[in-house]
């Protein structure tokens, strides 16, 4: 295993003044490529904040985030939709899917916005994905006739398109019922397995965490544990 | 950028009814323009028409010399001269000039002419009357005598003699029958009514006749030369220009309409500027309303936005997504409202029914504009879609996926 990425003395203010929230505190934590990591953490503890960092779609007040070597932390911003578009794949609490798309449609996105076009190439693979997420059936559906466990797994396979490094999930399994929770779960260790991929989940329930090979756990703005 | 235009036509098509609405608004706005191109270009059109039309757009007369002075001066010598109609100056080079000038872009039509005074006498009734001779063939290059003949035909090459019916009536003429013509100068000859002509002018329908030029060197003793050279142009509003060509190509003092018809000059460019406010203002109101819809539009997707840049949209993939709505509903609301536009404006009477018996509101087909109403309806839509666009496009992912 190799450094994936590495964050140092991370910290990151809200506000300013007597409105001024410090969520992160100068937060350390470094993860190897293939880890399948669990964060967990009460409300308020800055699990989120982290990954919105750690998915560059958010710059930290102060302190350093290093990821595949690339200094993110003084990258402009095209750099890191590119760089975000590339190495880092998504996956929300509220699947998050463009709801005037297809299930494919979805999928293809992050590869498409990046080629200009929806290739065969692209095509092949999140069908591909698709498929083995268990929606050979669904891949045309539009994302509105899907169900909730569907619309995660969709998910799943439109954060795995662009072959990223790391997935960052925010509680990916928290609008889920038990069965379509751990179904998601099983393909999420599956792809770890199988592809090498990282994956950092950010979780409240400890049976999720449980199925992750290391918990990191937050608290305060720093890492507890 | 192609994958930016399938996501823009997508959400026009994913909300119908607010597209639909949408480009029924645009087009409404370019059939308002296509309208008001066409009403203003039609009035114009009635206007030059009925009272510009049968004008020359710029003639070229000859200089009177300066009375001579039968004692030789001491000091300042006053003088004052009463304009004559009695025609006495001659522009001699016509052959030398007339190619060069009718050789120049835009000039349409011209015609030499002798002008003068004269009277028409048939027994005891004597009537004084203006009298032009005109180039067989080219009787109708200024004023269209052919559309005015009532009676007969506008044509001078047998030497015949073209009167107003209202002269023909005071005069008890009619088709065929022979009258003495005398000049100014006391030239006489005896002419054949060829034609009877009704312009609906006053003064031309009851004291001018045209001849033909050989009668009228006859009759003003006139062996070489014309009086005066009129020209016609594609487009009336190129006079002055054309003008100065002419006044720089061969040195004589060509003038144009504009210099005497200031007043129509002015009403036509006070109908014009109208014109051109009143379309400003229906695209005025379509840029507005695509504006106020996109950026609607830009609120409803924020959350779509925050996750197309989560997954790796750059900031003007956003932008282009949303200008591209903004064209497509530009593009498609032109087309709509000129096929709409078009459509209506076939109900109207044609522009060659234009004239002064003609009723109803002069709108003419041809100046509808419908092009330009749906270049600038895009473009238009264009320009008011980059302020939501840019909205779009400068939302922060972690705020719009939160929402």
Not at chain 1, 23 to 42: D, F, I, K, S
Request: negative net charge; hydrophobic residues 45%.
């Amino acid at each position: 295993m190799t450094a994936l990425l590495q964050v140092r003395d991370l910290v990151k203010t809200f506000g300013t003044g007597d409105v001024e929230t410090r969520v992160l505190r100068g937060l350390n934590l470094a993860m190897q490529t293939g880890e399948l990591a669990a964060l967990l953490g009460p409300s308020g503890s800055g699990k989120s904040t982290l990954l919105t960092i750690l998915g560059t779609l958010m710059q930290p007040t102060s302190g350093s985030h290093t990821m595949l070597g690339v200094d993110l932390t003084t990258a402009t911003d095209r750099a890191l939709t590119e760089f975000r578009n590339l190495h880092i794949g998504f996956v929300f609490q509220f699947h998050n899917l463009l709801p005037d798309f297809t299930a494919l449609e979805n999928v293809l996105f992050p590869t498409a916005v990046r080629e200009g076009r929806e290739t065969a190439a692209a095509r092949g693979r999140g069908e591909e994905l698709l498929v083995r997420m268990g929606l050979a059936e669904r891949v045309h559906f539009p994302t509105a006739n899907l169900s909730g466990g569907q619309k995660q797994r969709v998910a799943v396979a439109r954060a795995l398109m662009n072959r990223p490094e790391l997935v960052l999930a925010d509680e990916p399994t928290g609008n889920l019922d038990r069965a379509s929770a751990l179904q998601v779960m099983d393909l999420i260790g599956e792809i770890n397995r199988e592809e090498g991929t990282s994956f950092l989940i950010s979780t409240h329930d400890e049976k999720i965490a449980a199925s992750c090979r290391r918990q990191i756990v937050v608290g305060d703005g720093l890492v507890t544990g | 950028m192609i994958y930016a235009l399938k996501i823009a036509t997508r959400y026009l098509t994913a909300s119908k009814a607010q597209t639909a609405l949408l480009v029924f608004g645009v087009a409404i706005g370019v059939f308002i323009f296509i309208f008001m191109s066409a009403l203003i270009g039609g009035l114009a059109e009635f206007i030059i028409t009925t009272t510009a039309g049968d004008m020359d757009h710029i003639s070229i007369q000859a200089e009177a010399d300066d009375p001579p002075l039968l004692l030789p001066p001491r000091g300042t010598v006053l003088l004052v001269q009463q304009a004559s109609t009695r025609t006495s100056a001659v522009l001699k080079d016509t052959a030398a000039f007339m190619p060069l000038i009718e050789a120049l872009p835009g000039v349409i039509a011209s015609s030499q002419q002798i002008n003068g005074s004269g009277f028409l006498i048939r027994g005891a009734l004597t009537t004084q009357v203006s009298i032009s001779g005109l180039e067989p063939g080219k009787e109708s290059a200024i004023i269209n005598l052919d559309g005015y003949i009532v009676e007969g035909a506008a044509d001078l090459a047998t030497g015949g003699m073209l009167i107003g019916k209202t002269l023909a009536e005071d005069m008890d003429l009619r088709l065929g029958q022979s009258v003495r013509v005398q000049s100014g100068l006391g030239i006489e000859a005896v002419l054949t009514v060829t034609g009877i002509y009704e312009i609906g002018s006053g003064p031309r329908d009851s004291q001018q006749a045209f001849v033909g030029l050989a009668t009228a060197r006859t009759l003003f003793a006139m062996p070489q030369g014309v009086t005066r050279v009129e020209f016609k142009l594609t487009n009336l509003f190129d006079a002055d220009a054309t003008t100065l060509r002419i006044r720089a190509l061969t040195g004589l003092d060509a003038v144009s309409w504009t210099e005497a018809g200031a007043q129509l000059l002015a009403a036509l460019q006070t109908q014009a500027q109208l014109g051109v406010i009143l379309e400003g203002f229906a695209m005025l109101t379509i840029i507005i309303g695509v504006a106020s819809a996109l950026l609607l539009s830009t609120y409803r997707r924020r959350p779509e936005i925050g996750i197309m840049r989560a997954m790796g949209a750059a900031r003007w993939f956003v932008m282009v997504v949303f200008v591209s709505q903004g064209a497509l509903i530009g593009l498609l609301g032109g087309l709509v409202g000129a096929a709409a536009g078009y459509g209506v404006l076939l109900f109207f009477p044609p522009r060659e029914s234009f004239g002064p018996d003609s009723t109803g509101l002069p709108i003419d087909i041809t100046q509808g504009a419908y092009g330009l109403a749906i270049v600038l309806t895009t473009l238009g839509a264009i320009a008011a879609s980059i302020l939501p666009a840019r909205a779009a496009a400068r939302l922060d992912p972690v705020t719009a996926i939160g929402q």
